[in-house]
């Protein structure tokens, strides 16, 4: 099938389209066979070490700025892993009031504070009434310029 | 040993994952065209909302109960529920997907304490896939399913009949229609009988069972006693027939939309039987009118056509529905409803071909492939074919229609 693609003239979309197929097919060798081709192994594919349990990461997109010091910026892509317990210090999702808050999780004796940038952020739950959503392993913050961010390339943690 | 596991209110639990105010609160999901009540909070079910409820029928009551409604969001639905089945099959060898929201395991040598295993498996997936679920153990499937029902009825989230002490103290006063695979034919013979609760079946003799419930009824009386009839079967057996149908939101009566209708059926059975790496021999093709409205003429046109060649490409089998469309459309009628349904299934590769035909499959098979790869990165539809049209004015109602929280990048959440 991917013979056929390669046929065809290869402009940007051909190419994303071969992009599709995360195991790269190999391609048909004629003449004699490359030693090499016995020690295939399959490219890195960066979702091996940032998506430890697939059937438990759920994304979600950082809304505000209540969390820049700890380098979680608006619009980021936050990567969270629900069969995580979550530890002091780690970042969590959780839920409160209507809407879905990420805040540092800091469990005191009495209370739990919920701490971001500033104290106004700063959510304080007495006792136990709290949930965690999950814990928020890694957030993705796009580099690209604007001027860079033009076809596919538009597509770089956007939606 | 078996445990059942299903997903408890299994669509309003994934619509309340990541909308939690609904906690709490009556909510119902509607079918397909926000026709019927098909799943029910907790709450909807205490407040008398019934399962299959027409939600015109019920519209002034969820209004008074301040009900949340839902159309069906099966991408989600799919989407958690297999999230679901993976977060089962660690916890056994051997896993049986019994329905989206329901799954069979084998607990068989476990060398931890059964109990303690199964506390975990309630714990640990409720906690990672968020969705609350129920636990029902016992040495058959039948009993397991049991042991699940009862389990509700407890409000626990798991119950474990390991002895046959316990197994009769749960099936003592367990109502009969209650038990797998006892429907209403069942119930009303069983009735005469003077059945009236699981135990009371399982003292029917054999041979009686036998006689007035075919094989089925006696492996269930089997299983009751703790004698497994049924397996596990980890491959589900491929399906006889594969149907896509769906009624129109108001009446069509141009062949121009039944046809794209019915083009979109067939693309959706023909990605079904690709998916399933199988191939129909008949295609059948049918257009309803509405038979409750008796203003109108009725017409239940049909037609079963053979594949010239097996095939599972799109656009061989919604060329022949649309011509098979063609021929049983009859102008003048309020059409409401048109499917498609696969039947002759074989697998791909068994497929015979005429050796003088000019039928390249493999054309087929490439282009077919290429639409599902374009698909799955771009969306569904958005390669299709020409026949399925594109303003879709017969598309099905969703009023209520969550967003795909896990399906599509555009609809993830924004935490603040």
Same mark, same amino acid.
């Given at each position: 099938m991917l013979k056929i693609l390669v046929k065809l003239k290869p402009d940007p979309y051909i190419c994303e389209m071969l992009r599709l197929r995360k195991q790269a097919t190999k391609r048909d060798v004629l003449g004699f066979r490359l030693p090499m081709l016995t020690h295939e192994e399959p490219t890195l594919d960066v979702t091996d070490i940032i998506v430890i349990d697939p059937d438990n990461t759920y994304y979600m997109r950082m809304g505000s700025e209540a969390m820049t010091a700890y380098?979680?910026?608006?619009d980021h892509i936050l990567v969270i892993d629900r069969s995580l317990p979550p530890v002091p210090g780690c970042i969590v999702v959780f839920f409160h009031e209507g809407d879905f808050y990420v805040r540092e999780y800091c469990p005191e004796r009495d209370k739990l504070i919920l701490r971001a940038n500033t104290p106004a952020e700063t959510i304080i739950i007495a006792g136990d009434q709290w949930e965690c959503w999950?814990?928020?392993m890694l957030t993705l913050n796009p580099l690209l310029q604007p001027a860079q961010k033009t076809g596919r390339y538009g597509h770089v943690c956007a939606c | 040993m078996f445990a059942h596991v299903d997903i408890n209110n299994c669509y309003v639990s994934c619509e309340t994952l990541f909308?939690?105010? &609904?906690?709490?609160r009556v909510v119902v999901v509607l079918s397909n065209n926000d026709g019927c009540v098909i799943a029910r909070s907790n709450e909807a079910k205490a407040a008398g909302i019934k399962m299959g409820d027409a939600e015109f029928m019920v519209r002034k009551q969820l209004k008074e109960l301040d009900a949340v409604i839902f159309s069906s969001n099966y991408a989600l639905y799919a989407d958690m529920s297999a999230r679901m089945m993976n977060n089962l099959a660690r916890y056994t060898y051997m896993l049986m997907v019994y329905s989206i929201d329901e799954a069979f395991l084998a607990l068989n040598n476990l060398t931890v304490d059964l109990e303690k295993h199964v506390a975990t498996i309630s714990e640990n997936v409720m906690q990672d896939t968020g969705l609350s679920i129920t636990v029902g153990v016992g040495p058959t499937m039948a009993l397991a399913k049991l042991a699940n029902k009862a389990s509700k009825k407890m409000k626990r989230d798991y119950l474990v009949l390991d002895t046959p002490d316990k197994i009769d103290a749960v099936i003592k006063?367990?109502?009969?229609?209650?038990?797998?695979?006892?429907g209403r034919q069942y119930y009303e013979k069983l009735k005469e009988l003077g059945v009236v609760t699981a135990e009371d079946f399982r003292q029917l003799k054999a041979d009686l069972v036998r006689q007035y419930m075919t094989v089925q009824g006696w492996r269930l009386h089997q299983e009751l006693w703790g004698i497994p009839c049924n397996v596990i079967k980890d491959v589900a057996d491929r399906s006889k027939g594969i149907e896509s149908s769906q009624s129109f939101n108001t009446y069509q009566t141009e062949l121009e939309q039944l046809e794209e209708a019915a083009a979109m059926h067939a693309a959706t059975v023909a990605i079904k039987l690709r998916q399933q790496k199988s191939m129909a021999m008949m295609l059948t093709i049918y257009l309803r009118t509405n038979k409750h409205n008796e203003k109108h003429d009725q017409h239940y046109p049909s037609l079963t056509v053979k594949v010239p060649f097996a095939t599972n490409s799109t656009q061989q089998l919604t060329k022949i529905c649309v011509q098979a469309l063609r021929a049983i459309y009859q102008p003048g009628y309020n059409y409401l409803k048109t499917g498609v349904r696969a039947t002759g299934i074989i697998t791909a590769g068994e497929v015979q071909y005429n &050796?003088?035909?000019? #039928?390249?499959a493999g054309k087929q098979d490439a282009l077919s492939n290429l639409m599902d790869d374009i698909n799955a990165r771009y969306g569904r539809?958005?390669?299709?074919?020409?026949?399925?049209? #594109?303003?879709?004015?017969?598309k099905m109602k969703q009023e209520f229609l969550s967003k795909q929280y896990t399906t599509n990048w555009k609809d993830i959440i924004v935490a603040r």
């Open positions: 380098h979680i910026l608006e999950g814990v928020v | 909308n939690p105010t &609904l906690k709490g006063d367990f109502p009969i229609e209650d038990v797998w695979g006892v &050796l003088f035909s000019n #039928y390249d539809g958005a390669l299709r074919v020409a026949a399925e049209g #594109y303003d879709k004015t017969w």
